[in-house]
């Protein structure tokens, strides 16, 4: 990328906002910030698609999510982590887009996944559809506590490397 001097530069090491969880961070402190300024400026959650929720990242690697009422996504920024609850079934996957690694959005309606950088599509239980990217969103390991959803943040189950594991990282409820 030219920079206003002429060089070639790709190297954000003097950013402020280097790292993808401060930079999202950020822009979602920003959004939320302007729209409790401006009447009629929808929420960063609901602009995104998503429900906001942070959940803390236990000592073990895990974090727990309160088993979503209905159907919808909710996202937590912190831990890169998008919780789905969809006929019956939850899911967590990585925010991410497998392809480039841009944040996926939640497609007006709920009903899809939406790479916003190439255009990739995914269904809510995170099945490729279309678009650049050639395999489903990546799953992380679930299981059921009670009324809660531990989640370990660790894991990252990709279809198409484990598709055994990817088919299994879901929860009834």
Excluded at 16 to 27: E, G, I, V, W
Excluded at 43 to 65: L, N, W
Excluded at 141 to 161: K, P, T
Aim: include cysteine; glycine fraction near 6%.
């Amino acid at each position: 990328m030219a920079s206003s001097h002429g060089t070639m530069n790709d190297d954000c090491t003097d950013c402020t906002l280097h790292d993808r969880r401060s930079f999202l961070a950020r822009t979602l402190a920003a959004v939320a910030a302007a729209s409790l300024l401006l009447p009629g400026i929808v929420r960063a959650e609901e602009m995104a698609g998503f429900i906001v929720h942070s959940a803390a990242r236990r000592p073990d690697g895990t974090a727990k999510y309160s088993v979503p009422s209905f159907d919808g996504a909710t996202i937590d920024t912190e831990n890169e982590t998008i919780i789905v609850r969809s006929g019956g079934k939850c899911m967590a996957f990585a925010l991410s887009c497998p392809h480039q690694r841009a944040m996926l959005k939640l497609k007006k309606g709920d009903s899809a996944f939406l790479c916003p950088k190439h255009k990739s599509e995914y269904k809510l239980d995170g099945e490729y559809i279309r678009g650049r990217a050639t395999r489903n969103m990546d799953r992380r390991s679930i299981r059921r506590e009670g009324a809660e959803l531990v989640v370990d943040l660790d894991s990252l189950f990709q279809s198409d490397d484990d598709a055994a594991a990817w088919a299994a990282a879901i929860v009834t409820v």
